[in-house]
């Protein structure tokens, strides 16, 4: 799939292993091995090798970030992050926005001009959407205000009422 690039941020719905974007988010587990919902769809979509690469970084911890090649995937690259279970803490708050900010460091290492972002940690992990959606914006918008990057990125969400927290969400800021 295709995107209009004319915004640095903006919300799609759609499948983000179908994303014609230098690099896709993996909202993983810690073993980075696959699993369910975002992970298993993106290790399906990108075949064997990315399972065989994830393999050599000896997984990842909570908040942290690792990128692989996007081997059969549109995208070029997969960064890789471990998301917060969501139990309330002030400390689940901080790992949420560690993925988002060392995703988007990545990128910016890594020379990168798109990057698309599920919706970290709101699947089987918790985290309410709403709450999610403001991290997730904030430390973005926080990132490419400070760095001057030209980075295009895309939150991709799966169902209509999520779409409509962050259209409304980005609309507001």
């Given at each position: 799939?295709?995107?209009?690039?004319?915004?640095?941020?903006?919300?799609?719905?759609?499948?983000?292993?179908?994303l014609?974007?230098?690099v896709?988010?993996?909202?993983?587990?810690?073993?980075?091995?696959?699993?369910?919902?975002?992970?298993?769809?993106?290790?399906?979509a990108a075949?064997?090798?990315?399972?065989?690469?994830?393999?050599?970084?000896?997984?990842?911890?909570?908040?942290?970030?690792?990128?692989?090649?996007g081997?059969?995937?549109?995208?070029?690259y997969?960064?890789?992050?471990?998301?917060?279970v969501?139990?309330?803490r002030?400390?689940?708050?901080i790992?949420?926005?560690n993925?988002?900010?060392?995703?988007?460091?990545?990128?910016?290492?890594?020379?990168?001009?798109?990057?698309?972002f599920?919706?970290?940690?709101?699947?089987v992990?918790?985290?309410?959407?709403?709450?999610?959606c403001e991290?997730?914006?904030?430390?973005?918008?926080?990132?490419?205000?400070?760095?001057?990057?030209?980075?295009?990125?895309?939150?991709?969400?799966f169902?209509?009422s999520?779409?409509g927290i962050?259209?409304?969400?980005?609309?507001?800021?």
């Amino acid at each position: 799939m295709k995107i209009d690039q004319m915004n640095a941020m903006a919300a799609i719905a759609g499948d983000i292993t179908q994303l014609d974007v230098d690099v896709i988010v993996n909202a993983a587990n810690k073993t980075l091995l696959g699993g369910g919902g975002v992970d298993g769809a993106i290790h399906r979509a990108a075949g064997p090798l990315l399972l065989e690469e994830c393999r050599g970084l000896n997984g990842c911890q909570t908040g942290e970030a690792k990128i692989t090649k996007g081997y059969n995937l549109p995208a070029k690259y997969v960064i890789h992050v471990v998301g917060p279970v969501y139990r309330g803490r002030p400390e689940d708050r901080i790992l949420l926005a560690n993925c988002y900010r060392n995703s988007l460091s990545l990128a910016d290492e890594n020379n990168l001009s798109s990057i698309a972002f599920p919706a970290i940690s709101c699947g089987v992990y918790g985290y309410p959407m709403n709450k999610a959606c403001e991290i997730a914006v904030t430390v973005t918008a926080d990132f490419l205000k400070q760095s001057g990057r030209k980075l295009k990125v895309f939150f991709v969400l799966f169902s209509a009422s999520d779409l409509g927290i962050y259209k409304d969400f980005l609309q507001s800021i």
